[in-house]
T-cell receptor
Framework: SQKIEQNSEALNIQEGKTATLTCNYTNYSPAYLQWYRQDPGRGPVFLLLIRENEKEKRKERLKVTFDTTLKQSLFHITASQPADSATYLCALGGGSNSGYALNFGKGTSLLVTP | NAGVMQNPRHLVRRRGQEARLRCSPMKGHSHVYWYRQLPEEGLKFMVYLQKENIIDESGMPKERFSAEFPKEGPSILRIQQVVRGDSAAYFC????????????FGQGTRLTVV
C-alpha cells in the first residue's frame, strides 16, 4: 500500500538557519506533490506544488525539490524565522493509483528559536 | 473574498446522535473535498464532490457516513449514530479545478463524541 513518511521528530533550529524537511514515499508514482503548513487548531495552508517533471520550485524563502527516482521531496526554508514555527505537511496526488485524493503525510513539526 | 467556511467549529454529540458538518467553498470553487484528521494522524481523504455529484467516495466508511453538495447551499457531511471513534477534526477543502490545482482548506470542525 502507499506510504508517505515525514520525520516524526520535531525539528528545532535557530533563527536565520535553513530548515530542511524530508518527505519519502513508497509504492506510489504521484503526478505532483504539494507542501502545506498547519498551525495548531487551524486548517492546512497551501505553500507550493511541484510536478513530477519538475526538479525544483522556489517561492520567496521556500524551495522544494522532487526526486522521482529516490521517491523523495525536500522542503527548505531559508533564513528561518520564529513565525515559521508550525507543522509542515507533504501531500501527494495524481498518478494511476491515486484517484482524486491528496494523500498526506503525518507532518513534521518545526520550531524556530530566536 | 471569504475563504472556505466550515461550521460549527466545535460539535459535541452523544453516542447514537447524528452529526451534520457544513462547508461553504470559496466563491467560484465547484470542487469540494472532505478529510478527517485523528490525533497524531495525518489527514485522510474521505470524499470528493462537484456540484450535485459525488465523484470519489473511496475514503468514506460505507455505513453511517454520507456527503452531499447540492446545487444551492453548502456541502454537508453527515454522520449518523456517532460512536466515540468518530471523534476527530473534519476538514473541508475547495478548489477551482480538480486534480493538481491548489486546495484551500477551512478551519475544520472538531467533533467530540461523548
Amino acid at each position: 500500500s502507499q506510504k508517505i513518511e515525514q520525520n516524526s521528530e520535531a525539528l528545532n533550529i535557530q533563527e536565520g538557519k535553513t530548515a530542511t524537511l524530508t518527505c519519502n514515499y513508497t509504492n506510489y508514482s504521484p503526478a505532483y506533490l504539494q507542501w502545506y503548513r498547519q498551525d495548531p487548531g487551524r486548517g492546512p495552508v497551501f505553500l507550493l506544488l511541484i510536478r513530477e517533471n519538475e526538479k525544483e520550485k522556489r517561492k520567496e524563502r521556500l524551495k522544494v525539490t522532487f526526486d522521482t527516482t529516490l521517491k523523495q521531496s525536500l522542503f527548505h526554508i531559508t533564513a528561518s524565522q520564529p513565525a515559521d514555527s508550525a507543522t509542515y505537511l507533504c501531500a501527494l496526488g495524481g498518478g494511476s493509483n491515486s484517484g482524486y485524493a491528496l494523500n498526506f503525510g503525518k507532518g513534521t513539526s518545526l520550531l524556530v528559536t530566536p | 473574498n471569504a475563504g472556505v467556511m466550515q461550521n460549527p467549529r466545535h460539535l459535541v454529540r452523544r453516542r447514537g446522535q447524528e452529526a451534520r458538518l457544513r462547508c461553504s467553498p470559496m466563491k467560484g470553487h465547484s470542487h469540494v473535498y472532505w478529510y478527517r484528521q485523528l490525533p497524531e494522524e495525518g489527514l485522510k481523504f474521505m470524499v470528493y464532490l462537484q456540484k450535485e455529484n459525488i465523484i470519489d467516495e473511496s475514503g468514506m466508511p460505507k455505513e453511517r457516513f454520507s456527503a452531499e453538495f447540492p446545487k444551492e447551499g453548502p456541502s454537508i457531511l453527515r454522520i449518523q449514530q456517532v460512536v466515540r471513534g468518530d471523534s476527530a477534526a473534519y476538514f473541508c477543502a475547495s478548489s477551482v479545478q480538480g486534480g493538481q490545482s491548489e486546495a484551500f482548506f477551512g478551519q475544520g470542525t472538531r467533533l467530540t463524541v461523548v
